[in-house]
């Protein structure tokens, strides 16, 4: 069966660290994965998407992810957090129809 | 480009009660799809609709319902409604479909609470 694994339902990093927040897709699953963010009471939205060009993909606002065949995983990174950045954040895969991961609630510490 | 809008943005309905919610796509999108996104079960896939016809759909009951205009804009009906239904509902369009590598937009949502 198709999925996408987002783990980790909270991740909280300080201002300026590292972000890192991990995505894993079945095999089943085409590779055309997508990550959105969700700002409070909006919709989504796109961040990156990958579509086979590259492998690392860049995005908006500092964001890109990796792409890794033998791992199964679309891990999105930003290398310094801003404060903005508290969101939550969903990673998707396309097959017959888009499935997304639970998500993943990004926290900011001052 | 306007972005995509749905209307309205809060709906308070009770048990029983039918509701339809409205989205217009971005000028020129063609697909529409909706979800429905709550805290336990997150964002799960309804339907798509392209050029008036339903081309793919979730794992829903009868109960949820939708439909495409000439015009593209889409709406989705919620019949007998349960308090399970309460959730955000999120319409997305694209230029040709949800799936493949199509960017979907997505509105603010409809956030319904059912009483």
């Known amino acids: 069966a198709q999925s996408v694994t987002q783990l980790g339902s909270h991740v909280s990093v300080s201002e300026g660290a590292l972000v890192l927040l991990r995505c894993n897709y079945s095999?089943?699953?085409?590779?055309?994965l997508f990550w959105y963010v969700q700002y409070p009471n909006q919709g989504l939205q796109l961040l990156l998407k990958?579509?086979?060009?590259?492998?690392l993909v860049k995005g908006i606002n500092g964001f890109e992810a990796e792409f890794k065949k033998s791992e199964t995983s679309f891990h999105l990174t930003k290398p310094s957090a801003h404060m903005s950045d508290a969101a939550e954040y969903f990673c998707a895969g396309v097959g017959d129809k888009i499935i997304f991961g639970k998500g993943t609630r990004l926290h900011i510490l001052p | 480009k306007a972005g995509v809008t749905q209307t309205p943005r809060y709906l308070i309905k009770t048990r029983g009660q039918q509701v339809t919610l409205s989205c217009s796509p971005i000028?020129?999108?063609?697909?529409v799809s909706w979800y429905q996104q709550t805290p336990g079960q997150g964002l799960q896939f309804l339907f798509e609709?392209?050029?008036?016809?339903?081309?793919n759909k979730g794992n829903f009951p009868g109960r949820f319902s939708g439909r495409q205009f000439s015009n593209s804009r889409s709406e989705m009906n919620v019949s007998t409604l349960e308090l399970g239904d309460s959730a955000l509902y999120l319409c997305?369009?694209?230029?040709?479909?949800?799936?493949?590598?199509?960017?979907?937009?997505f509105g603010p949502g409809t956030r319904l609470t059912v009483l």
């Open positions: 990958y579509t086979s060009a590259a492998t």
């Open positions: 000028s020129g999108h063609r697909s």
């Open positions: 609709y392209f050029s008036e016809t339903q081309r």
């Open positions: 997305a369009s694209s230029q040709v479909t949800s799936r493949g590598t199509d960017t979907q937009y």
């Open positions: 095999s089943s699953v085409p590779p055309y």
